[in-house]
Structures are given as structure tokens and as C-alpha cells.
């Protein structure tokens, strides 16, 4: 029978078929961090539960600890340090792996879980946090949950999951100059909005995405769930195999080629059925920037904000009428050019070592416009250490950047550090909703070569108007 | 867990498409390591007047009579969206929400309310937007009926509506049962499967 790649690997983890759609699935790895990781394992514990396989379990600190040099278990956010240091306890008494504060493996969960070979091809991998999905970059089936089914994969290390329907996304042609990873998904949510993939589990595939490294593979899986889908997924071949060679918790020696025969058969078969196919000519797509308060209110750099009037249906007239209020935009306003306060490179959408070096690309030699305040924030300790290495820090903060220790950081606003009422920002991270950043803080998100850029003018620009 | 059966309640309807987790529960009122306390932060980007104050805003719909004593949340497409946070079902069950009805939600929010006793109602844009007018002419009077063991949802008008939900997540709702439990009367099979699977895939043991 022909099968895709998301039921090869759901049935190599199909532990019973419950019925009617809905079955028990083996999880291999689980990750936790300390916003939603602490209630689940504080949970567990209250309710008298063990964790099943602390070996297979993995708990880093990112959400809630501060990203100034110099710190410690207090945190700007209010209630913060009981986060940590109840992640800590917990962590510790459930004998699971915790790279604590400190420990050079901490970092963003999704940027950490590749960087250790913890994500690998063909896994099963949760953790409550929804931007799990982002290993499908490495050809793991990884998806985020809540906090109680955290409690159940914890105690029993399966999930009770309804099997999804199969979306193709297929991206063929170069990739233009100037265009990045999250320009091909801001653009598919776009066009198909920020609901389109609900239900789904999607395999992205094409001539373009064969060509993408693995970190960009990884910004793409990012926002599957910004497209409402249940996870994205790319599959696994050579680029994946040497990113993953050597890293310290991938398989080794004979473990290795075993490994790799495996991961060789993760592959949709050519007559396989996907429920819907999307086709898209990645060289019609020029680098994106939102405009609104949803990951779908996104159009080209070259782009006009709409006018809600040209949108016939009502509910999403609204939306936009709602969106440009928020965001202090006129209908027509062409987006370059629209002044900002700030820019901002980070998250586990956007802040790997090659989206450091795309941004620092950008920066060598240039400086930030008068008055802009801009903040790069590592997505690990160890990809903070690399950029060090080659020297991005120095260009980062010559050209007028903030250089952090790793977490989440402004990708979200919790009451401590934030961008400023009303503050405009020009943002690598995958959110703009209201809020999101700060209170009544406007997001325009773009790849990391574009915030960048703009933080040079001090207004949303067009990279590929910046002389080289 | 509160078992669901039967439910005629006022419904407040909030007709917005894409309401995300982020809007239901801001970050900044997740401010202890708890599932209780958080009824507060409900909305409160929209509740209240300033970020941070608890100073009402009479324009929001939870803030205003009889919207206050809803049970039942109408909304648009992809409610719940967003951040994986259970925060958000934890404040909505605080608060007195037990069920939601709108033509799709977010994955991971769907599930976080059927393991907290709220049950997600899927059903056309269409029907959502008839039930919120015909709520509107009578907040009080034009009552909704969920009736969950037939899968039916009776608009004010007496029309009646079927829908469906996943057979598991229908007999957790109905027996209030907890998920975990359930799941560990299996652990032979888990145990099986382990050791099948350290056979085939020894790399990840």
C-alpha cells in the first residue's frame, strides 16, 4: 500500500487502535521548559504519578529566565522565579535531563532539541509548547500539547491522538535573492489563511525545500501551527543525515548505519494520497512582512496595506478593519517605509547560527538608524557561543544591537521586559498577535535579513534595495 | 474532572475569527505555577480598560448583564488558536465557560477542553452567526441547549443542530473521566510495544 510519510511513522508507533479514528501512539521523546513543563510535572507528582522513562524526558529553561548578562534565578517576570526553581525541583526529584541555567546545552527548547540530536528523523516527539513542530524540519513527527496530555505522555509515554488528515505542500523553483524560509510560510498562510491547515499534518516537499539547509527547514516547520495545522513535516535525506552525524545524543557507531537505513525508508511513496495538495512557484515570492494582528495579515515587502472595503466577506472585513486600528496603519500605505522603534532578532522561529549570520550579513559595516532600539537574542547557549566564535557578536553590536544570553525573551510580553506602549516593531519571531509583545506593542514579523535591513533605515525595508 | 450532560445556559456570543490563547490568557496573568486563580486574567487584554488594571471596560461583552452569567461562548472560525497554554481552559472553566461553539478551533486548545470538562462545538459559520443573532435580540430569553449525549444544539428558535465529536473525547466529557487512567489499564500493550520496538529502532533505547 502506498503511504505518506506521517502514516509510515505513525504506524511505527501505533501502539492500539482505539477506533473510530483515534489511536494510542508511542511518544519516543518528550521536552519540557519551565512555563508549561512546571505545571505538568508539579501535576504528575501531585497526583501521585511517575514519570515512566526519565531518560527519555528533557527540560531546558527558556520561557521565563531573563536574557541580560549576569543572570540568575530572578527574572523581570512577576512570579517568575517559581517557575524556575519549582521546573528545577521537579526536574531533579523526576530524575529527568535538565539543562538548567548555566549548562551550555540550555537554550530554546526547539533550538536545543536538533543542536543535541534529541530530535531525530522518524521520532515522535512532544512537548507542551506549540511550537513543536518545528523538528518536522528533521523529519520527526513532533506536535504540541497541553500540559495534562504532557502529564499523560509523562506517566504512560504515549498519546491518545486522532489521526489527521495529509496536506502536500509543495514548493518548486530557486529561491529569489532576498527570500528566506519564513518568507515561503508567511506567504502559504497568506494566501490560505491562518486557518487553512486545521486538521492537517503536513508534508513540505519541492525542488526548494530539498535545497533548504536544515535550520531553514526548521523555520518553516516553525509556523505549521500558524497555519492552524495539527504539525508540518520535511523528509529526511543526506542534508538532514550530516546535520544530525556526531551530535551528542544521536545514534553512533553501529547504531548509526542502523539509524540511517531506517530514516532512508521516510519517504511519501510516488503514488501515495495526500486529502489536499498545495503547489507553490517559490520564485514568484519576494521577502514578506505582516500588517496586521494575525499571521495571515502578511503581504510582499512591495505591498500596500489593504483597505478592508475590498474584502467582501464580513467576518474577515472585521478582522482587518480590527487589525489596522491596532496597528495604527491607513488602507494603501505602502509597507516600506513605514517608520519603526525597534527591531528584534530571536526565538525559536529565527535565531540558529545561520540566521545570525544572514542578519550580521546585513549589519557588517552599517549601523542601526538614530533612536532604534534592537536586541538579538541567541536561541541557545551554544549557538550564542558559535556566533562568538566567528565573530557575529562584535558586528551585532557595532552595528548598534543588544547581544543576549539564549531564551525566548520579547517574543512574548509576561509582565517584564517588553517593547514600549504603542512601539512599532519590526520582529523575527512568529507571533503578532495583539499584545503579544507588549502592551498595545505593534509586530510586523519578516525574516531575520529583513528586520535587519529595516533596523538599518529605521522603517520596513526591501533587503533587496540595500547596496551590497 | 465535571461531567457534561445536558446544558441550557445564556451564550455570549464574541464573533471574531482567529481569538488566540494569547488574547484568552495574556502571558502576564500566568503568574504562578498553578492551574487555579486564573479566572481573573480571563481576557484581560479586552476585560479591562488598561494593561495590568482591573478597571472594567463596559464595551466588552463578559463585562455586561446577563453576559456575566454565560456558560456557553459563541465565536468564529480557528477560536483558540495560538500558544499550546492549557492557562486559557483553566480560565475559562474558572470563570463558568463549559462549552464553546464555533466552526473550528485551534488543535491543541480542542483538546486542552475536553481534558477540563469544556466541550468544543463545531458547527457552521452560518448556524454560529444565526444562533449570535437570535441571542442578541434577547441575551436573556434566547437561551441554548447542548444536549451531549444525543449531539444536539437547540437554537432559541427550537431548531436543532447535530455535531460531532471524537467517540474518546465524547465518553471522557459524559463520565468525567480522566484520560491518564484510562490510558495506563493499557500498559501491557505499552510494555509489548517497547519491547518490540527496542528490537527495531535499538538507536533509541
Sequence with gaps: MNRTIIEKIWDTHCVADLGDGSYLIYIDRIFLHERTGSIALKGLEEAGRVVRNPEHVFCTMDHIVDTFPGRTDRTTMPGGTEFITTTREAALAAGINLFDLGDDRQGIVHVVSPEQGIALPGVTLVCPDSHTCTLGGLGALAWGIGSTDGEHALATKTLVVKKPRTMRVSFDGALPYGVTAKDLILHLIGRHTASGGVGFAIEFCGQTIRELPVEARLTLCNMAVEFGAWTGIVAPDDTTFEYVRGRPYAPAGDQWELAVRHWQSLRSDPEARFDREIRIDSRDIVPQVTWGTSPQHETGIDGRVPDPADEPDANKRQSVERALDYMALEPGTPLEGIPIDAAFIGSCTNSRLSDLRSAAQVLEGRHVAPGIKAICVPGSSRVKRAAEDEGLDRIFTRAGFEWRESGCSMCFFAGGESFGDRERVVTSTNRNFENRQGPRTRSHLASPTTVAASAVRGCLTDVRTLEN | ?205
Excluded at chain 2, 132 to 141: M, S
Excluded at chain 2, 151 to 156: D, E, Y
Aim: aromatic share 8%; charged share 25%.
Design chain 2, 1 to 205: 474532572m465535571e461531567k457534561f450532560s445536558q446544558l441550557t445556559a445564556i451564550a455570549a456570543p464574541i464573533m471574531r475569527i482567529n481569538i488566540d490563547t494569547d488574547a484568552i490568557i495574556p502571558s502576564r496573568e500566568m503568574k504562578r505555577v498553578s492551574k487555579i486563580g486564573l479566572s481573573d486574567g480571563l481576557f484581560a487584554g479586552w476585560r479591562y480598560l488598561k494593561p495590568g488594571s482591573r478597571e472594567e471596560n463596559p464595551e466588552f461583552i463578559l463585562n455586561q448583564e446577563p453576559y456575566r452569567q454565560a456558560q456557553i461562548l459563541l465565536s468564529g472560525a480557528n477560536f483558540g488558536c495560538g500558544s499550546s497554554r492549557e492557562h486559557a481552559v483553566w480560565a475559562l472553566s474558572e470563570w463558568g465557560i463549559r462549552c464553546i461553539i464555533a466552526p473550528s478551533f485551534g488543535a491543541i486548545f480542542s483538546g486542552n477542553c475536553v481534558r477540563n470538562g469544556i466541550l468544543p462545538i463545531e458547527l457552521d459559520n452560518e448556524i454560529v452567526e444565526d444562533l449570535a443573532a437570535q441571542i442578541k435580540t434577547d441575551p436573556e430569553g434566547n437561551k441554548i441547549s447542548i444536549d451531549l449525549p444525543r449531539l444536539s444544539v437547540t437554537a432559541p428558535d427550537g431548531t436543532s443542530y447535530p455535531f460531532s465529536i471524537p467517540p474518546a473525547d465524547h465518553e471522557m466529557l459524559l463520565q468525567g473521566l480522566d484520560s491518564i487512567a484510562i490510558t495506563q489499564k493499557r500498559d501491557p500493550d505499552i510494555l509489548a510495544f517497547q519491547q518490540r520496538d527496542r528490537q527495531s529502532r535499538p538507536w533509541l533505547y
